[in-house]
């Protein structure tokens, strides 16, 4: 059963396969898309709009949807509808289908709602003090339908937990309705029959988790240390690709020197680039070092590939040349073979050099292992080495930004609000640093409104290594100069979703989790059912940030399940964002 359980993680594993096959069979209008097939080519023009665009651009590339027969993609779809309409051309439309892809898959294990007027399923629209109820309504079925799409795909019916008097207890209740409702029409329900996925969860269904971003306001302001969530949170990266601006430098021009005009890069972080996938979760320092190793190895391909190019070109007709020449075609031959290999890892080297370089002038600039250093030994309640005032005062350390960040979480995690006076003195320090005092003045609210008054738990600790430097990083030749940059090692410790799901996952019994609702949308009674005693612990579970995410608690998420043998967890959220676009949202709340 164990050795099933597994298979069944495994063959459920990836949304995003699933999504790319739905999204494949749309584009073989509706019939499964068979590679060998020896028919003709079926020649197709795609017209999307942007919400399309942001689902497909993540799954496939300009050269899938040609293999596809697609020869023509167009962000015209509009238009297309009101020309049918002027041209009363509406009956040459053959078919319209419907397809339950509304929802965005980044990773195998990980999907957003929305890219476009995310602003509409924002925290900030969420907790609104003056949105009304039809408001909220429409914000809380907007996320309903996209997660009702999710578990077509999925082909699973879940078991839903949430936490009470939430908006997460507002979706649970309105996604438990339309699933009802959707199995309760056996004719047309989407979870039985030749569905894309059904099947797959047989032996055990999925455990659905659906949390407030209430229960966290820390996590998302927090300075961070692995690669992909410090791309994130410093550069500009939505829907898996990165925008660079390149170093301008200086021209010279008849008027005299002048800077160049910056060039703009973009570059794709897909699932094909293995490096991103074995480094995205590491820590900084690990990720500079795995640069410069695979700089390093691929330099000594090419060297022996030059070398042996040379001796190929050996004159003369000496019995050892003629040796030399037949020893060294097979490794030649072996050397060119490899050659595209080569080329793709030369790519990616120069990929990650200028995208990890770009990364460490931030760290750099604003002192972001100092930052993530003393974050996480506040929210680990750990003692600590300098007092908050001097970090906020120090004009050198970090951005104004960085210093409002490090404040609320400070303020955030703290079980003893500081005195009037106290705040009084930092709220000046913070103006003195140029802060913008807005996003402190919603918190302040929220932490006297919410029930979490009182700190949450522990959230984790870093331990640092005594030499304290990356040396190894740091041997001549290297790409990174990381002096002065602290290698810290990051210490698995379960965020609060972690912990809650485990809680769940595991049927563990926690004061934090115990009085989170459940519902069953295949049982006939609708009402909220008690949780059956002999249930047993769940082999996969999707979590749900209602009020938006972050690739902090994802990655939290990733190395907590790499324990756990045959399990499988999925991470969603209503919108992503990173720090900067969070407390944006936390400032424009305090304006009111």
Not at 244 to 264: T, Y
Not at 286 to 306: F, G, I, P
Not at 367 to 388: A, N, Q, W
Not at 504 to 519: A, C, G, H, I, V
Request: glycine share 4%.
């Amino acid at each position: 059963m164990a050795a099933a359980a597994a298979a069944t993680a495994a063959a459920a594993a990836s949304i995003r396969e699933r999504q790319t096959v739905a999204l494949k069979r749309m584009l073989n209008f509706n019939v499964p898309h068979i590679k060998n097939s020896t028919g003709e080519p079926v020649w197709k023009v795609l017209i999307y709009d942007r919400f399309g665009q942001d689902i497909i651009s993540p799954l496939l590339s300009v050269k899938e949807l040609r293999d596809m027969g697609i020869t023509l993609h167009l962000s015209k779809l509009e238009d297309i509808a009101n020309a049918a309409l002027a041209a009363s051309a509406v009956t040459q439309v053959a078919k319209v289908f419907d397809q339950y892809l509304n929802f965005i898959t980044l990773e195998d294990d990980m999907f957003v709602l929305c890219n476009q007027n995310k602003e509409l399923v924002s925290y900030r629209a969420i907790n609104r003090p003056d949105i009304t109820d039809t408001e909220m309504e429409t914000v809380m079925d907007t996320i309903v339908d996209s997660l009702f799409c999710f578990f077509v795909t999925l082909g699973a019916v879940p078991i839903i937990r949430c936490s009470r008097g939430t908006a997460a207890e507002m979706v649970a209740v309105k996604l438990d309705k339309k699933l009802r409702e959707n199995l309760r029409d056996a004719r047309n329900s989407l979870f039985t029959g030749d569905t894309l996925g059904a099947g797959q969860f047989s032996f055990q269904r999925p455990l659905l988790v659906l949390v407030d971003r209430n229960i966290d306001l820390a996590t998302p302001l927090h300075h961070t240390w692995t690669y992909q969530a410090l791309v994130h949170d410093v550069l500009d990266f939505h829907l898996n690709r990165v925008n660079l601006e390149e170093s301008s430098g200086v021209e010279n021009s008849p008027a005299g020197a002048r800077p160049k005009r910056k060039n703009k890069k973009s570059y794709d972080l897909t699932p094909v680039d293995k490096f991103w996938q074995k480094h995205k979760g590491s820590p900084f320092p690990e990720v500079a070092e795995s640069v410069q190793q695979e700089l390093e190895s691929y330099r000594a391909q090419e060297d022996e590939v030059k070398r042996l190019k040379s001796i190929m070109g050996l004159e003369g007709e000496d019995e050892g040349a003629i040796s030399m020449l037949s020893d060294n075609t097979a490794k030649l031959t072996s050397a060119v073979s490899s050659l595209p290999e080569l080329l793709e890892k030369k790519r990616l080297i120069d990929l990650h050099t200028n995208v990890a370089t770009a990364v460490l002038e931030h760290i750099k600039a604003r002192k972001l292992d100092v930052y993530f250093e003393y974050e996480e030994k506040i929210m680990s309640k750990t003692t600590l080495d300098k007092s908050l005032l001097d970090i906020i005062s120090d004009p050198d350390a970090g951005t104004p930004e960085d210093k409002m960040r490090l404040f609320l979480i400070y303020y955030i995690s703290t079980q003893q609000a500081p005195s009037e006076a106290d705040l009084e003195q930092y709220k000046k320090a913070l103006t003195d640093a140029g802060c913008n005092l807005n996003p402190l003045q919603y918190i302040k609210q929220w932490k006297a409104f919410t029930k979490m008054a009182s700190a949450p738990a522990s959230y984790g600790s870093t331990t640092t290594k005594p030499m304290g430097l990356l040396s190894r990083v740091m041997n001549t030749g290297s790409q990174f100069v990381m002096e002065g940059v602290k290698n810290l090692v990051l210490k698995q410790q379960n965020l609060p979703v972690t912990r809650i799901l485990d809680n769940l996952m595991e049927m563990k019994s926690n004061p934090e989790t115990d009085d989170y609702r459940y519902f069953d949308p295949k049982m006939l009674r609708g009402n909220d059912s008690s949780v059956p005693r002999n249930k047993n612990p769940f082999q996969e579970a999707i979590v749900f940030v209602v009020g938006g995410g972050n690739y902090i608690e994802y990655q939290n998420l990733v190395d907590y399940i790499k324990g756990k043998q045959g399990k499988h967890i999925l991470y969603g959220c209503s919108e992503l964002f990173n720090a900067t676009q969070f407390i944006k949202q936390l400032s424009q709340l305090g304006q009111k």
